[in-house]
């Protein structure tokens, strides 16, 4: 309206025809005139007018009508003909073409109708512009092309991994068209691309591995590794060149689709012929060709089973391993057992090195091929030998390598490297409670006996428990280590205390290890009623301890002391490094050239047990510092001991060894008690905070809670301990429910 003049429909229409139709010829790239700021303003007024006049001259909603009218005639009469009459890449082309110039002239109309968005669309609730003109390319364009844009976009995508050089701008162009048509919906790209593509894509690879499987001018097993080559090759190239032409969600369907219909057709081909070839190069260690054929291979439907039988040809090594050392136990003597053992265990690290190197560089560190051997090592270290669990041969194997002369002259390096794979090794054995409680007696044994000249080896071996296994495993085997360090101190101020009261006479060298009993081993201590040499010194050394720790209760544990003592013979003087029973026997002697058994018993007030050892040890064994009437080699209570002045050997000085105490029995026995009260506290910590529980619920609780500690227990045990709490009164059974378990406070 300009002034007070009504615009007629027609006469007004007519001005925005003119301007669609150069909108249109510049699209159609027919020579026009370029839109001017005056032809822009001159559309836009006469719609303005147009819509804002009075009834019944408000035309607003005929020319909604007319806009879509207008862009339904564009599309049918030039744009749809256009794209009817071509095919293949033209078509693909024309197609982006038309939707590019279509986005154009619908932001173009919206502006110029942008009167009818900002009023008369929203108060009458009708689609906006952008939707209607949007709207008819969907209807009239990509609804009766859609068939052909897919199988032109297809066939491109099929010469593309044929190899062909191919246009991907254009190929991703037209993917991205059939997201975007459908706005915020994928419905559109998944119903009318996505799935004939994934069918088209099953076709085309099936056909392909058709071809492959029946190649017959080569051997099967060439067969098979080309197969895999070319599936591999084929999914590789299928994620590099493929993938980016499709929506992310499309990803993984594509990779499934191609690995069912290239490998589960012919997996059980492909799986028999590949088990055979990877055991032959497995059993003939051709590590190279295996590295060859499987370092990038990710086709995880063969690769699970090779990791199956990766696992069972490791655990069948170690479990031959066991077994020849178990075989090779029945004809061995004594003194070569030990042998046997530290071979095993040394076989068992060389093994478990050279599959870590087949994962390592034949796998690439493959997560199957790890927990294949995982599991492989778990089965057979579990299993052991007869009467010694593998936790025991590993406590034997370090306590081999701490104690001065260890294992050979190995370096440092070579000696923190084999700790840390016994470390490794650990970490299979289940029951690493058993092998802690061997450790800490070891160590024990080690740190008392003065026999570890190695301190940073075995803090190493306590570092790498405590990073593998956390600090509450070897909590108790630090505070061993810091009260030795602890009692070097005691024993510097003792030697100063002796030093500055020059009046105190000990009598002899004495040195003394205090030790706090919560961290050591239960450790079995006689009774013994010492000579008076020995008891003197160790009375003032009482005196001392009394005077610098009121607090604490010191009580003395000879089993694990050691004496020196010269013993004058006729030949020559020898230095005897003896415990301290023995040199506790060899005192009475100063007094008295032949003692009865009964006589030494009355005096020492010793166990029988402990005695017979000794003696044993002093009269029956290599070193036959004591003659003993009658000569046999057993010691009764009717024996007579005599000093043998004739004794002699060719070192001047000596240790005289105590026949071995077999304590397996009592670690298992302390073992077992101390797991007792770890199940008990968790069952009492559980009905504590329930109350209330259903007897199954209790006992799988207690199983989850005790995951991944150093034991696992069993439900037999577990049971046994809810029954004794019942006994002991902490638990009851309900009368109503017997199973249901309620906490009594």
Known sequence: MYGNAVIKFEDGWEIVKKGLTKLENILEGIPELPFTGEDYMMIYNTIYSMCTQKPPHDYSQKIYDKFKEAIGEYLALKVLPS???????????????????????????????????????????????????????????????????????????????DGEQTDNTLLKNVVDIFIEIGGESMAFYVNDFEVYFLQDTGVYYA????????????????????????AEECQKREKERILPYVHSSSDPKLLEKIHQEIYVPY??????????????????????????????????????????????????????????????????????????????????IELHDRYMVYIADCFSGHFLFRKALDDAFRTFLDWGLSNTSTGELFVNFCDNIFKKGGIGKLSDEAIEETIGKIVELVAYISDRGLFIEFYRGSLARRLL?????????????????????????????????????????????????????PS????????????????????????LNLPEEMEKPLRIFEDFF????????????????????????????????????????????NGADRLSYSDILAQLQL????????????????????????????????????????????????????????????????????RRYAIDASLVRIMKMRKVLNHQQLVAECTEQMRGGVFKPDIRTIKMRIEDLIYREYLERDKENQQLVKYMA
Request: net charge positive; with cysteine; hydrophobic share 40%.
């Open 83 to 161: 794209l009817e009459s071509k095919h293949g890449d033209f078509l693909l082309r024309d197609f982006v073409t038309r939707w590019g110039n279509h986005k154009v002239m619908v932001r173009w109309l919206s502006r110029l109708f942008n009167y009818l968005n900002r009023y008369f669309i929203g108060r009458r609730g009708l689609p906006n512009l952008n939707e209607v003109g949007f709207g008819c390319f969907e209807t009239l364009v990509y609804q009766p092309m859609k068939g052909n844009i897919r199988e032109a976009a297809i066939t491109l995508i099929n010469r593309e991994r």
């Open 504 to 527: 105190v006479d000990l009598g002899l060298d004495l040195s003394v290890s205090v030790l706090t009993t919560g961290y050591w081993p239960s450790i079995k201590s006689a009774n």
């Open 607 to 674: 166990p029988e047990v402990d005695l017979v050892r000794v003696l044993q040890s002093l009269s029956c064994g290599k070193y036959k510092i004591l003659n003993k009437i009658p000569s046999m080699k057993t010691v009764l209570p009717t024996d007579v001991f005599e000093f043998n002045p004739s004794f002699s050997d060719r070192m001047t000085r000596m240790k005289v060894p105590l026949p071995v105490v077999e304590d397996r029995k009592k670690v298992i026995q302390d073992v077992d008690r101390a």
């Open 267 to 348: 997996k059980n081909q492909l799986l028999e012929q590949e088990l055979a070839q990877f055991l032959s190069l497995l059993r003939n260690n051709m590590m190279d060709e295996i590295s060859r054929i499987y370092k990038n291979r990710k086709v995880i439907c063969l690769l699970e089973p090779v990791a199956k039988l990766f696992q069972e040809h490791a655990a069948a090594e170690g479990t031959s391993l066991l077994k020849q050392t178990e075989d090779a136990r029945g004809q061995a003597t004594a003194a070569t057992v030990g042998q046997l053992h530290q071979v095993l265990v040394t076989n068992l």
């Open 449 to 501: 006996s003065q026999q570890n000249s190695m301190d940073e080896h075995e803090r190493f071996m306590l570092s790498k428990l405590k990073h593998r296994f956390g600090a509450s495993f070897t909590s108790k085997l630090e505070g061993m280590v810091v009260d030795l360090e602890l009692s070097k101190e005691m024993a510097a101020e003792f030697k100063d205390h002796i030093s500055n009261h």
């Open 546 to 589: 009394r005077s610098r720790s009121q607090h604490r209760r010191l009580s003395w544990i000879f089993s694990f002391g050691n004496c020196i003592l010269i013993g004058q013979f006729d030949l020559k003087a020898i230095e005897l490094v003896l415990s301290t029973y023995q040199a506790a026997i060899l005192l009475l002697f």
């Open 207 to 230: 056909r392909k591995a058709s071809s492959w499987v029946l190649d017959n001018s080569r051997p099967l097993e060439d067969i098979c590794e080309g197969f895999l080559s070319k």
